[in-house]
């Protein structure tokens, strides 16, 4: 009985530990309220530490995976899939959402008071939105975590021309392949920092914004709320069945809790993405498949923004006293929640400008944008932690497309050997 007690505390020990932590700066954050604001800067440190390396880790691990691949068509195989796999849970999430408010009215009942917000919704330009998210005009800007698409692309075409003139016996391949595991050092040596940083952010966090949580919007987030939960254990757990069976299904639960702590937390797929590639690695999933798909998945999977996208459409057709019924209608919803959980939320303030959309495109008035702007913080830590962790269950996704339905059954078998 000791050793099992002692084999759960090793398996799910710095788990536990962040649980604990953040538990306790929740309660911190309730008891002192505002006053706990001042433990903020130890999670700034926290966030700072993992938004600086989380830009050479991108760059050095697409770069890496591609540039010491032979094989190309594995690359157009491995992207393909991905593509296609965003989509489709993108519209399984968008359907499920649309039935969920039709039967559970998100804004039944609510009043608000609209007050007119000083934001301008600017026109939109579609080529001009497709070119900042993909390019930027100068090398420098691909330093910065606000234009993650352009470096990825960035990485791919590096990553590839240095596969093109040699592959992995490339000098600047093996580079790349010592620097990877230098910065998963480095990531590691941060996250000894975590439970103190995730903590006092925490307590931050709910002291200053706690009450906003019980206000108005508490209908739409218990429609919101346990809608993710559902989709975090049924849909996941289906999905990473697809993926490999039952045994998928419990080697993904078992290494996905330090992710969906840290997600919850830090409410950034970004920041999340280093411990998610740890996740990968230890679910099986294969180095060139997790090296693209996560760092992809971080700024172009958002299952809980496409969940999220529709949520605040029913909010304020019921706000505005509006019918949220017709083909027409769901049609608009379901496009406008892939396009901002798949296309936007690559651009920089992608966010911002799928929040425009919604108003736009339904003819809302201005005053409609400061109430979405609220929903979108009020959902952010359930709908991150969706975002974040189902880029792990897209990676096992298409591990089974590229590799066969017994992916999972050889890796294990490979780990008994050694």
Same mark, same amino acid.
Request: glycine share 10%; with cysteine.
């Given at each position: 009985?000791?050793?099992?007690? @002692? ?202 914004? /706690? ?38 299904? @419990? ?32 679910? /099986? ?119 066969? @339905? ?13």
């Amino acid at each position: 009985m000791s050793t099992s007690k @002692k084999t759960v505390w090793e398996n799910y020990r710095f788990s536990i530990t962040l649980i604990i932590a953040i538990a306790v700066g929740s309660i911190i954050g309730l008891i002192f309220g505002e006053k706990a604001t001042v433990l903020q800067p130890f999670g700034d440190i926290f966030l700072n530490l993992m938004f600086t390396a989380v830009t050479p880790l991108v760059f050095i691990t697409i770069a890496s995976a591609v540039g010491s691949m032979v094989n190309m068509k594995r690359l157009g195989k491995i992207l393909g899939n991905m593509f296609l796999t965003f989509v489709v849970t993108g519209l399984i999430a968008a359907i499920l959402i649309l039935v969920v408010v039709n039967v559970f009215p998100p804004a039944q009942g609510v009043n608000l008071e609209l007050g007119v917000t000083e934001t301008e919704l600017e026109e939109l330009s579609l080529a001009s939105q497709i070119v900042q998210a993909l390019t930027v005009n100068d090398f420098a800007k691909l330093l910065s975590r606000s234009n993650m698409l352009p470096l990825i692309v960035f990485s791919i075409l590096f990553g590839y021309c240095v596969s093109a003139v040699g592959g992995e016996d490339n000098i600047v391949a093996r580079a790349l392949e010592a620097l990877s595991k230098v910065m998963m050092k480095f990531i590691g040596l941060i996250m000894l920092y975590a439970p103190i940083g995730l903590g006092a952010y925490f307590a931050s966090l709910i002291g200053e914004f /706690g009450p906003q949580l019980l206000g108005a919007y508490g209908r739409a987030m218990i429609v919101y709320y346990p809608l993710c939960i559902a989709y975090f254990f049924i849909a996941f757990a289906a999905y990473t069945y697809y993926a490999g069976g039952m045994l998928a299904v @419990k080697i993904f639960f078992k290494n996905i809790i330090e992710p969906t702590v840290t997600s919850i937390a830090t409410q950034s797929s970004i920041a999340t993405m280093p411990v998610n590639l740890k996740a990968a690695s230890r679910i /099986g999933v294969p180095k060139d498949i997790r090296e693209i798909i996560l760092p992809i998945g971080a700024t172009m999977h958002m299952d809980g923004t496409v969940l999220s996208s529709v949520l605040k459409i029913a909010f304020l057709f019921g706000i505005f006293g509006q019918e949220f019924t017709g083909i027409g209608t769901y049609f608009t919803a379901i496009l406008l929640s892939i396009l901002g959980g798949v296309v936007m939320s690559g651009v920089p303030g992608g966010g911002l400008i799928g929040e425009m959309l919604i108003v736009n495109i339904y003819g809302f008035p201005p005053e409609a944008f400061p109430i979405i702007a609220t929903i979108g913080f009020l959902v952010d830590p359930p709908a991150t932690c969706l975002n974040a962790t189902g880029d792990t269950v897209v990676s096992m996704i298409v591990t089974r497309m590229v590799e066969g @339905k017994g992916w999972m059954a050889k890796k294990l078998t490979a780990h008994e050997e050694i």
